[in-house]
């Protein structure tokens, strides 16, 4: 069964980091490109950063400069690193997976793969 699981929400204070993972089961995804999503309440789906298989990375304007997406293949995850966290980043966060993986856009329909998402809150 071809799986991915987000880890490494919670709560965290205005300018605090956390690191998100995104593993894989079922598939390796070396080939992939993944993206990171996320949904805020009462608002659109938000594309925010994606990294090919060869790691080249995208980053929206949002979180450019404060966000940093990862791979390691050996590990058959991906991560995102997230610094200066302001309360407007409070959502739930989801990774994708594109077999297409050469290039990467934030676009939801390129990807085929979803997890189920984890909780990332910023208190104001």
């Known amino acids: 069964q071809l799986q991915l699981v987000e880890s490494g929400g919670g709560l965290v204070q205005p300018g605090g980091s956390l690191r998100l993972s995104c593993a894989a089961s079922?598939?390796?995804?070396?080939?992939?490109?993944i993206g990171w999503f996320r949904q805020a309440p009462g608002k659109e789906p938000e594309g925010i950063s994606c990294?090919?298989?060869?790691?080249?990375?995208v980053h929206a304007d949002s979180v450019k400069g404060r966000f940093t997406i990862s791979r390691d293949n050996a590990k058959n995850t991906v991560y995102l690193q997230m610094d200066s966290l302001k309360p407007e980043d409070t959502a739930i966060y989801y990774c994708?997976?594109?077999?297409?993986?050469?290039?990467?856009?934030?676009?939801?329909?390129?990807?085929?793969?979803w997890g189920q998402g984890t909780q990332v809150t910023v208190p104001s």
């Open positions: 994708a997976a594109d077999p297409r993986g050469r290039v990467c856009v934030l676009l939801r329909y390129e990807y085929e793969y």
């Open positions: 079922g598939f390796t995804l070396d080939e992939d490109a």
């Open positions: 990294i090919t298989s060869g790691g080249s990375t």
